[in-house]
């Protein structure tokens, strides 16, 4: 995040000796990005960061990408997906480019080592489930429909509630959406939202500094022996061995750390006529977009047309994931849809909802859009809740049967 924040203790200046009560230092580490002239921060640690007992290689990470020749569209039901493993390697991609790869997970099993993606910025939408995200720079307490963004080379553990009252049994953990950039850049707010000389968020963007939850002050683990990091890099996972907790940190300051933000937290902009997505943006990396449609009140204008205009996706894929709520627009899909349209063809609302919205007057919808602007192709665990009749339902002939589904 761009705004400056400081947790736990830090000495009253950079790079000056700072000691423990012991009276051996403390170990800074300064986390930057684009060659110490990006957004930074800078952690001071029990034991240096740098000292390692053992690493061997463990499993690729690399998406296995099917059908990267075809152009439709596509309706995964994502709910149709077996629950199973820790909330790292229970993720299967879903759809990928060279910009980002959108993975979903129903952990069943804990971690009992920590990761760290080397590689890229993760972003999770918390479709089900609370928890806790264990960081080098304390702890993140996420709830349903948060949105956790989580740095490059952040070291966590994930460790989900168990839920009360799971979407099913078979789904004690609930489950999230993974966003990840494999280009080098980074998940942050749209820069029209924030000031050029201070990044403070400006009076017209949807949510501010207060909005988001930043790590609960670190509480250092002084355990020793040995501690499993798991670390995402060139598409490989590999497990590197610690001599120390990797949760050492006494304190940090800085613009750089993993936070969260609550979707309901987003304040929806409104006009009389069709608002164009961008409105809805929440985070952007380069080359993809993150937007959230919330609830709100629908356009005003006494002749409004209450469902989006159809548009040609010259530039990008648009990849939207169903959360809540009756999205009017598309018909056919259900809570934990996600649909592809492709670039190459325009898209928009089903043929035949248009007229059954025009008495509306606001939708309940909550959905999150994932735009890139790059092809994405599916990756083989798409295939496992592919719904292969989506394509029908935007066939001319199919237009009586959407009437049906919409029913108008
Ligand atoms: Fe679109």
């Given at each position: 995040m761009p705004h400056y924040t400081c947790a736990g203790r830090i000495p009253s200046k950079r790079h000056i000796q700072f000691r423990q009560p012991s009276g051996q230092h403390y170990h800074e580490e300064v986390f930057g990005t684009e060659g110490f002239a990006g957004p930074t921060s800078t952690l001071y640690h029990l034991h240096p960061p740098t000292q390692v007992a053992a690493w061997k290689p463990l499993r690729?990470?690399?998406?296995?990408?099917?059908?990267?020749?075809?152009?439709?569209?596509?309706?995964?039901?994502?709910h149709a997906r077996p629950a199973g493993g820790d909330p790292i390697?229970?993720?299967?991609?879903?759809?990928?480019?060279?910009?980002?790869?959108?993975s979903h997970c129903a952990p069943t099993e804990g971690m009992d080592y920590h990761y760290r993606n080397g590689q890229g910025?993760?972003?999770?939408?918390?479709?089900?489930?609370?928890?806790?995200?264990?960081?080098?720079?304390?702890?993140?307490?996420?709830?349903?429909?948060?949105?956790?963004?989580?740095?490059?080379?952040?070291?966590?553990?994930?460790?989900?509630?168990?839920?009360?009252?799971?979407?099913?049994?078979?789904?004690?953990?609930?489950?999230?959406?993974?966003?990840?950039?494999?280009?080098?850049?980074?998940?942050?707010?749209?820069?029209?939202?924030?000031?050029?000389?201070?990044?403070?968020?400006?009076?017209?963007?949807?949510?501010?500094?207060?909005?988001?939850?930043?790590?609960?002050?670190?509480?250092?683990?002084?355990?020793?022996?040995?501690?499993e990091v798991r670390i995402k890099a060139m598409n490989w996972i590999h497990t590197y061995e610690f001599p120390n907790h990797p949760l050492?940190?006494?304190g940090w300051d800085g613009c750089l750390y993993p936070f969260a933000f609550n979707v309901h937290d987003f304040a929806p902009i409104v006009g009389a006529l069709h608002m164009p997505p961008p409105i809805h943006q929440v985070f952007e990396s380069h080359n993809m977009v993150i937007c959230a449609f919330c609830p709100r009140i629908l356009d005003f204008h006494?002749?409004?047309?209450?469902?989006?205009?159809?548009?040609?996706?010259?530039?990008?894929?648009?990849?939207?994931?169903?959360?809540?709520?009756?999205?009017?627009?598309?018909?056919?899909?259900?809570?934990?849809?996600?649909?592809?349209?492709?670039?190459?063809?325009?898209?928009?609302?089903?043929?035949?909802?248009?007229?059954?919205?025009?008495?509306?007057?606001?939708?309940?919808?909550?959905?999150?859009?994932?735009?890139?602007?790059?092809?994405?192709?599916?990756?083989?665990?798409?295939?496992?809740?592919?719904?292969t009749h989506y394509p029908e339902s935007w066939h001319a002939a199919s237009r009586e049967r959407i009437r049906d589904l919409a029913g108008v």
């Open positions: 690729s990470a690399a998406p296995e990408f099917i059908e990267s020749n075809i152009l439709r569209m596509r309706h995964l039901r994502t390697d229970g993720r299967a991609v879903l759809f990928g480019n060279s910009d980002v790869l959108i910025d993760e972003c999770l939408f918390i479709e089900q489930g609370s928890g806790q995200l264990h960081t080098s720079f304390g702890t993140v307490e996420y709830r349903q429909h948060d949105l956790v963004v989580i740095p490059r080379g952040t070291t966590y553990r994930m460790v989900p509630d168990r839920l009360e009252s799971p979407l099913s049994p078979a789904h004690p953990y609930g489950r999230f959406l993974c966003i990840e950039t494999v280009n080098g850049s980074h998940i942050l707010p749209p820069p029209r939202y924030l000031a050029k000389k201070t990044s403070q968020f400006l009076e017209h963007a949807p949510y501010c500094e207060r909005d988001i939850r930043t790590p609960i002050a670190p509480e250092p683990n002084e355990a020793l022996g040995s501690h050492d940190v006494v006494p002749q409004a047309v209450r469902v989006p205009y159809n548009h040609f996706n010259i530039d990008s894929d648009e990849v939207m994931f169903y959360v809540e709520g009756t999205y009017t627009a598309r018909k056919g899909i259900d809570k934990g849809s996600m649909t592809l349209h492709p670039h190459g063809i325009a898209h928009g609302p089903h043929p035949g909802t248009l007229d059954g919205t025009l008495s509306q007057h606001a939708t309940d919808e909550l959905a999150i859009m994932c735009d890139t602007f790059q092809p994405l192709v599916p990756a083989k665990a798409a295939l496992e809740m592919d719904d």
